[in-house]
């Protein structure tokens, strides 16, 4: 072969290499396959190894793990500087908003995606991941929170253990009360309906009209407010255990093993937790009350954690990127396998409408918690969630915590709330 075609075939060797290898759409070549993800919840890497390199078999993911308390400290310079800021990355509920808030400056725009798949989605994951009309995080799951309650004692006090019966007896915040007080009676003081008033957050939180931060300006939602109230009437008039949440109390309530302080037996009622508490929480630690639960919507529709999928907006392969989030957080197909292999709650309803009657569940005396959630998915709120919410809601519990104790007014501990979010994040 003469030198100049050898020089030839090189150069057309190095533009085809070039044209697989070249990350990005330029001049009509194709993105590379090479996906690079990041996450903090081992989930993706299943939902890739097991199913996604199945479906695209072309593509290479290199994929890298941190642990959450760790995972933003790793991915805020990378994608403010640019350099070695992968293409996906997953974003936990307590700062997915930070990231989305920021909007084009940081994150890849999936609006079309979304726009092809949003009428079978589930509304709140999206409205959670979007910012002036424009989505920039999705997720696979839908979070939603209930009330599970012992049905043994559930017989024993109210008559009923059927969801729909007991459901009347939760059916608002004045009846969730007048329930606790009739619990009390009824038990001669042995029976709480919680453990801790820090189970009364969340479905709280998701009662709210508006978010925390509007218009630049604190504003504190009457049904916060009543929250507080309500704390205060629970621990004042003996309705509640008296423990901490996530506290060795708090998983005994749910053995049925809780003491007072003089030793003395707890009942327990129940207790609010999402979709993932009923599997990773109160499964786990049930012990002998296992297939004596069952779970009602409860006063208000809330919801509680999970995991989104977005992109970076300098990435080189956006295609590969829309086409993963769009695999793993939208697939009838892959959502259908994941729904029935883990058991988690989907934020697909065309899957959850497929597959829910199908759902029968032991824990829970053959009652079908699938379906039930996902009539609770629908009514969640998405738009209350902002990036401000954790650093705010840490000032907020402060503040809770000394008027439910006594140590201050309801107003002082408001006014002392509102000063601090003010020092501290200029509200």
Same mark, same amino acid.
């Given at each position: 072969?003469?030198?100049?075609?050898?020089?030839?075939?090189?150069?057309?060797?190095?533009?085809?290499?070039?044209?697989?290898?070249?990350?990005?759409?330029?001049?009509?070549?194709?993105?590379?396959?090479?996906?690079?993800?990041?996450?903090?919840?081992?989930?993706?890497?299943?939902?890739?190894?097991?199913?996604?390199?199945?479906?695209?078999?072309?593509?290479? #993911?290199?994929?890298?793990?941190?642990?959450?308390?760790?995972?933003?400290? $790793?991915?805020?310079?990378?994608?403010?500087?640019?350099?070695?800021?992968?293409? #996906?990355?997953?974003?936990?509920?307590?700062?997915?908003?930070?990231?989305?808030?920021?909007?084009?400056?940081?994150?890849?725009?999936?609006?079309?995606?979304?726009?092809?798949?949003?009428?079978?989605?589930?509304?709140?994951?999206?409205?959670?991941?979007?910012?002036?009309?424009?989505?920039?995080?999705?997720?696979?799951?839908?979070?939603?929170?209930?009330?599970?309650?012992?049905?043994?004692?559930?017989?024993?006090?109210?008559?009923?253990?059927?969801?729909?019966?007991?459901?009347?007896?939760?059916?608002?915040?004045?009846?969730?009360?007048?329930?606790?007080?009739?619990?009390?009676?009824?038990?001669?003081?042995?029976?709480?309906?919680?453990?801790?008033?820090?189970?009364?957050?969340?479905?709280?939180?998701?009662?709210?009209?508006?978010?925390?931060?509007?218009?630049?300006?604190?504003?504190?939602?009457?049904?916060?407010?009543?929250?507080?109230?309500?704390? $205060?009437?629970?621990?004042?008039?003996?309705?509640?255990?008296?423990?901490?949440?996530?506290?060795?109390?708090?998983?005994?309530?749910?053995?049925?093993?809780?003491?007072?302080?003089?030793?003395?037996?707890?009942?327990?009622?129940?207790?609010?937790?999402?979709?993932?508490?009923?599997?990773?929480?109160?499964?786990?630690?049930?012990?002998?009350?296992?297939?004596?639960?069952?779970?009602?919507?409860?006063?208000?529709?809330?919801?509680?954690?999970?995991?989104?999928?977005?992109?970076?907006?300098?990435?080189?392969?956006?295609?590969?990127?829309?086409?993963?989030?769009?695999?793993?957080?939208?697939?009838?197909?892959?959502?259908?396998?994941?729904?029935?292999?883990?058991?988690?709650?989907?934020?697909?309803?065309?899957?959850?409408?497929?597959?829910?009657?199908?759902?029968?569940?032991?824990?829970?005396?053959?009652?079908?918690?699938?379906?039930?959630?996902?009539?609770?998915?629908?009514?969640?709120?998405?738009?209350?969630?902002?990036?401000?919410?954790?650093?705010?809601?840490?000032?907020?519990?402060?503040?809770?915590?000394?008027?439910?104790?006594?140590?201050?007014?309801?107003?002082?501990?408001?006014?002392?709330?509102?000063?601090?979010?003010?020092?501290?994040?200029?509200?």
């Amino acid at each position: 072969m003469k030198k100049s075609h050898v020089i030839l075939a090189s150069v057309a060797a190095a533009a085809m290499l070039l044209s697989v290898t070249s990350c990005g759409k330029a001049g009509g070549k194709e993105e590379a396959k090479k996906l690079v993800v990041w996450s903090f919840t081992d989930e993706l890497q299943t939902m890739i190894d097991k199913y996604y390199k199945v479906d695209r078999p072309d593509v290479e #993911v290199e994929y890298s793990l941190t642990p959450t308390d760790q995972f933003p400290n $790793k991915l805020d310079p990378v994608l403010a500087s640019g350099n070695g800021a992968p293409d #996906v990355f997953a974003l936990e509920d307590a700062f997915v908003r930070k990231y989305v808030e920021q909007g084009d400056k940081l994150m890849l725009d999936l609006t079309d995606v979304y726009n092809e798949v949003k009428n079978k989605m589930i509304p709140y994951p999206a409205e959670v991941g979007m910012k002036d009309g424009k989505v920039y995080g999705l997720s696979w799951q839908a979070c939603p929170g209930a009330y599970f309650y012992r049905r043994s004692l559930a017989k024993k006090y109210l008559g009923s253990d059927d969801p729909a019966t007991v459901q009347k007896a939760f059916a608002d915040w004045n009846t969730f009360l007048a329930t606790a007080r009739d619990l009390k009676k009824a038990s001669g003081g042995k029976c709480v309906i919680l453990s801790t008033t820090g189970d009364l957050f969340k479905p709280f939180q998701g009662a709210r009209k508006g978010p925390w931060i509007q218009g630049g300006k604190l504003v504190v939602d009457p049904a916060m407010e009543d929250y507080m109230k309500m704390a $205060k009437t629970l621990k004042d008039e003996g309705l509640e255990g008296r423990q901490g949440q996530w506290s060795e109390g708090w998983f005994a309530g749910f053995k049925g093993e809780l003491k007072d302080e003089a030793g003395k037996p707890v009942e327990v009622f129940g207790t609010f937790l999402p979709t993932w508490g009923l599997h990773y929480v109160l499964k786990p630690n049930a012990g002998n009350t296992a297939g004596d639960w069952g779970m009602i919507a409860g006063p208000a529709p809330y919801r509680w954690g999970g995991t989104w999928v977005g992109a970076y907006k300098g990435t080189k392969v956006p295609k590969l990127a829309k086409d993963f989030i769009k695999y793993v957080a939208t697939d009838d197909g892959f959502l259908t396998k994941w729904a029935k292999d883990t058991g988690d709650v989907v934020s697909n309803n065309n899957v959850i409408n497929a597959i829910k009657d199908t759902y029968n569940e032991p824990f829970l005396n053959g009652q079908n918690h699938y379906a039930e959630f996902a009539a609770m998915a629908n009514n969640v709120d998405g738009k209350l969630n902002q990036g401000t919410d954790q650093a705010v809601e840490g000032f907020w519990g402060e503040a809770v915590g000394s008027y439910v104790n006594g140590e201050k007014s309801m107003e002082d501990a408001i006014a002392d709330f509102k000063q601090h979010v003010k020092d501290e994040l200029g509200f």
